[in-house]
């Protein structure tokens, strides 16, 4: 056929991937995301979820997404320039804003948009973004999409982030860009020395606290507070899709960036499932259980090893 034959190539290249052991069917649960799960058949402790703190399947959480969506409908039935903009919407954005210490935020569809949204529509051609070499692949893809120069700094490197910072002094904005905790190794940026360096030369600052959100800082609050920083960095992204446990992402920022970013919009804001979101801060926040990972990732360590006795 045709269609078999213009699709040949992929065929091809996924002929490669398996030879190559990188082919990475998808996996089907066929129960709730929860410690335990089954996967073909066969009930298995699931160490592979971002649900850090369970609450994908807390009953609050499941109440009160059940009497939002009996209240609202399943979606918002327009986008939010036009008249998708719900109160439901508002109330969720300030309450983001309250618990990341922050003038406002601006909810999106994911994280990976929030990213894409405020990378391509806050910098414009002649500024710069200064970002770490292991920073998450939306913030790769973000800065492609920005017309704004791109400056690669060493992981974690503060001596080679002043140096990109010093060349690029003269820049209409300058905006440096880290993960919290970098989603493949877990290590954390150094946020204090960054912070320090970019204050220094006058540039923004911009977290991306997906990972470190209901883990790092007071209540789960992320890498920023962790390191006592509130008021210092200009833009957290976070996820709700993660800790929160159900699905959405964000910026919080000062007022002037979110109504920017809302009069831009280059990624809208979600208009589906907000209100889930909004379910999870009404319902359950990660106020308790954001202790946890840390004390259940110290029980699955392995035990020192004993000394080995002296021949």
């Not at 209240?71 to 327009?78: C, F, H, P, Q």
């Not at 704004?148 to 209409?172: T, V, W, Y």
């Not at 159900?246 to 280059?266: D, E, K, M, N, T």
Request: one cysteine or more; proline letters at 5%.
């Amino acid at each position: 056929m045709i269609t078999e034959k213009k699709t040949q190539f992929l065929v091809e290249e996924l002929d490669q991937l398996k030879k190559n052991g990188l082919f990475r069917p998808l996996r089907v649960l066929a129960s709730a995301q929860d410690t335990e799960v089954v996967v073909d058949g066969k009930r298995v402790l699931n160490l592979s979820s971002n649900n850090y703190l369970g609450l994908t399947t807390h009953p609050r959480l499941k109440r009160a997404m059940v009497k939002a969506t009996e209240e609202l409908g399943a979606g918002s039935g327009a986008v939010r320039t036009i008249a998708g903009t719900m109160a439901i919407h508002e109330e969720l954005e300030s309450r983001l804003a309250e618990f990341k210490h922050t003038e406002a935020s601006l909810v999106f569809q994911s994280g990976f948009t929030a990213n894409l949204g405020v990378l391509q529509s806050l910098v414009k051609e002649g500024d710069v973004i200064i970002s770490d070499e292991l920073n998450h692949a939306s913030i790769i893809d973000g800065i492609r999409l920005s017309k704004a120069e791109r400056s690669i700094f060493k992981h974690r490197d503060l001596d080679d982030l002043e140096r990109h910072l010093e060349k690029h002094r003269e820049k209409r904005v300058k905006l440096v860009v880290t993960d919290g905790v970098f989603s493949m190794d877990g290590d954390i940026a150094p946020l204090a020395g960054i912070v320090d360096r970019a204050e220094r030369f006058g540039a923004m600052i911009m977290v991306d606290d997906a990972h470190a959100s209901g883990v790092l800082g007071k209540n789960g609050r992320g890498s920023v507070n962790h390191f006592g920083l509130d008021g210092r960095v200009d833009l957290q992204m976070g996820t709700l899709s993660k800790a929160i446990g159900v699905l959405g992402g964000y910026v919080a920022a000062p007022q002037p960036v979110r109504i920017h970013l809302g009069s831009r919009r280059p990624a809208s804001p979600p208009s589906t499932s907000c209100w889930r979101s909004r379910s999870a801060s009404r319902g359950c926040g990660p106020t308790r259980p954001a202790s946890r990972p840390a004390s259940n990732a110290s029980d699955l360590r392995p035990a020192p090893a004993k000394p080995r006795s002296r021949p």
